[in-house]
Each structure stands twice: as C-alpha cells, then as structure tokens.
Nanobody, 128 residues
Framework: QVQLVESGGGSVQAGGSLRLSCAAS????????MGWFRQAPGKEREGVAV????????AYADSVKGRFTISQDSARKTVYLQMNSLKPEGAAMYYC?????????????????????WGQGTQVTVSS
C-alpha cells in the first residue's frame, strides 16, 4: 500500500520560512517523480515544485523560484520543500504527490492529473 505522509506545515509571518516533509512508503521510490502542489480556498490546485528522484532534476513554478527548494533523501525516502520568504499568497494546503508512470516532459510536471499517488496535505498559513 502506497503512503505519502506530509508534515511540517504551520503558521508563519510573511517573510518567514517553513520546511515541509513527505515520507514515502509502499512503492519503488527511486524511479519516480515527486512533487509538491498547493491549493488555496476557492483557487485551482497549483504545481509548486517537482524532483526526479533518479536524476535529481528539479523544476519550480515561477511564483516560487528563488525562494523554495525541493530536495530528497533517498535513504529516508523523503522529499522536502524548503520555503523561504513566504508571502501571504503562499497560504494553502500543500500536498505531496508521486508518479511512477514514466517520464514527464516540459511543463507537464505541474499537471496534477499525471500523478497517481497523493498525500493528505499539510496546512500552511502566512500572516501579513
């Protein structure tokens, strides 16, 4: 049974930092993509960042480039999202997702429909 368990959410003031974690179990971790998505109330789900576990290639949404960093620890089967200089518009439920259906090309990484496993989410609140 595949499980993705997020942690690390919380409340911060604008300009602050948080590190989210996503622990994976129950599938072949090394051959997949893992990504972070977020969804705020009344808004569409947005792809935030993705990492190719085998090659280490990463991609980010323009809105977070330079402030967020996605990384992974293969030994722990855990993916992290370091979020710095948080803005109020970054407040959302953050979800971890994984894909084991082959490569992603171009900007398709941000399409949540291409991921087949999802975590339950962790809430991030940013106050101004």
């Amino acid at each position: 049974q595949v499980q993705l368990v997020e942690s690390g959410g919380g409340s911060v003031q604008a300009g602050g930092s948080l590190r989210l974690s996503c622990a994976a179990s129950g599938y072949t971790y090394s051959s997949n993509y893992m990504g972070w998505f977020r969804q705020a109330p009344g808004k569409e789900r947005e792809g935030v960042a993705v990492i190719n576990i085998g090659g280490g290639v990463t991609a980010y949404a323009d809105s977070v480039k330079g402030r967020f960093t996605i990384s992974q620890d293969s030994a722990r089967k855990t993916v992290y999202l370091q979020m710095n200089s948080l803005k109020p518009e970054g407040a959302a439920m953050y979800y971890c997702a994984a894909r084991d259906r082959g490569p992603l090309y171009g900007g398709s990484w941000s399409n949540g429909a291409l991921y087949n496993y999802w975590g339950q989410g962790t809430q991030v609140t940013v106050s101004s």
